[in-house]
């Protein structure tokens, strides 16, 4: 692995707002379509966005195909966007998702910076995706007074159709749950950053965050497997200002053949594998997904307000701990997020086990739990205290 292999990458032009990085392993058949879309980005007023306004990086790591000369191709075609294609063999303990995604945000990261464009937006996007016409002009427009952005991605229309009718169901299932999830988050712990309507995924085929805030959360982590969440939760750690837009949209390939571990290709054959024994799939118990909403809300109210004898007495009933035991993280000089991951640390062995729940009866609690939170809401009562503890 060398940096050599970067050289052939120029500055950001002037006027370029954000590159776009995608990390591709053997992926000649299904990289033109991503650069396709990219290519016919168009503004939120349908017109042409201006020819410098974003550039992008192929990163073919590892490849056994014609991945970087399938770029290329596209990259010598193409005036605008300008495409780089980075080519590079990692080392066998490197050789995965998370280090290559890594690897091209760093170097999109510190190119912005060496221009002096702490503001510059690092994107990525997955080479089996497809952005729509408006993705790139969305994600600009959604960073303006925020850090991030997180994009909401689907399966392909024609992919959906070619998977099984079973398959179908659960996978309608799990788009309501999701939807469920993201309004209840946003009844219980709205944040005036990402007002509704918004989802609740944040993934490596669609996420932008800008220079400044990239290096301020550390780093995308460069996990084998999850790191587009490990990335989430580093900056949620930071009280970074993250918007769930479900207008930054992309659709994504429902392939069997997992190339990621733990990724969306394995969600999917987890589906096929429910859906041959008549069974589902399950999620976290809601209950605890309420519990830790609760606790979440319950510190950044503190932390802006200053702590009040409920929330105190609400965060011990959650952590089924006594204030002598937590009370000293709440008053760490540190963002509310990295405080409301110690308090979970901190009650991790106190509080009741919940085993995972089916999606059907998840979806179900959720819904009750809205319901509970809107009417909540219309009697100007408090909408905390929905957690068993």
Not at 1 to 16: K, L, S
Not at 244 to 255: E, L, M
Not at 361 to 369: F, K, P, S, W
Not at 373 to 389: F, K, N, Q, V
Request: proline letters at 6%.
């Amino acid at each position: 692995m060398t940096d050599a292999a970067w050289t052939t990458v120029a500055p950001p032009a002037a006027g370029c707002r954000m590159t776009v990085c995608i990390p591709a392993r053997d992926e000649a058949p299904l990289t033109p379509r991503t650069l396709a879309a990219l290519t016919a980005s168009r503004g939120l007023d349908g017109k042409p966005l201006a020819p410098l306004f974003f550039d992008i990086i192929v990163y073919a790591n590892n490849c056994t195909d014609d991945t970087a000369a399938v770029a290329r191709g596209w990259a010598a075609r193409t005036a605008h966007p300008k495409i780089f294609v980075v080519e590079e063999q990692l080392p066998a303990d490197m050789a995965h998702v998370g280090a290559a995604r890594k690897r091209v945000l760093d170097f999109a990261t510190a190119r912005f910076l060496a221009a002096g464009q702490p503001e510059g937006i690092v994107a990525s996007i997955d080479s089996d995706t497809v952005a729509g016409t408006d993705w790139a002009a969305w994600i600009a427009h959604e960073m303006h007074g925020r850090d991030a952005v997180a994009g909401r991605v689907t399966i392909d229309e024609a992919d959906q159709e070619r998977l099984l009718a079973p398959v179908r169901l659960l996978y309608a299932r799990e788009l309501t749950y999701r939807r469920i999830l993201a309004d209840v988050e946003t009844l219980l712990d709205p944040r005036p950053e990402d007002p509704a309507p918004r989802h609740g995924s944040f993934v490596g085929a669609s996420f932008a965050v800008s220079a400044a805030s990239y290096v301020a959360a550390g780093g995308l982590p460069p996990r084998r497997r999850l790191e587009d969440l490990a990335f989430a939760q580093a900056l949620h750690r930071i009280d970074a200002r993250i918007r769930y837009s479900p207008q930054v949209r992309a659709t994504t390939s429902a392939r069997l053949d997992a190339r990621v571990e733990g990724g969306f290709g394995t969600f999917i054959a987890q589906l096929h594998a429910c859906a041959r024994r008549g069974t589902s799939f399950t999620v976290e118990h809601p209950q605890r997904t309420l519990d830790d909403l609760e606790l979440r809300a319950a510190v950044r109210r503190i932390r802006t307000d200053g702590a009040c004898a409920d929330d105190l007495a609400r965060i011990a009933k959650l952590l089924h701990l006594p204030a002598a035991a937590w009370l000293p993280a709440i008053d760490c000089a540190i963002p509310a997020g990295a405080i409301f991951e110690r308090l979970v640390q901190l009650g991790e062995r106190s509080r009741p086990t919940l085993t995972p729940m089916r999606v059907e009866g998840a979806i179900a609690m959720l819904r009750r739990a809205a319901v509970t939170l809107r009417c909540a809401a219309a009697c100007d009562e408090p909408t905390h205290g929905l957690g068993t503890g």
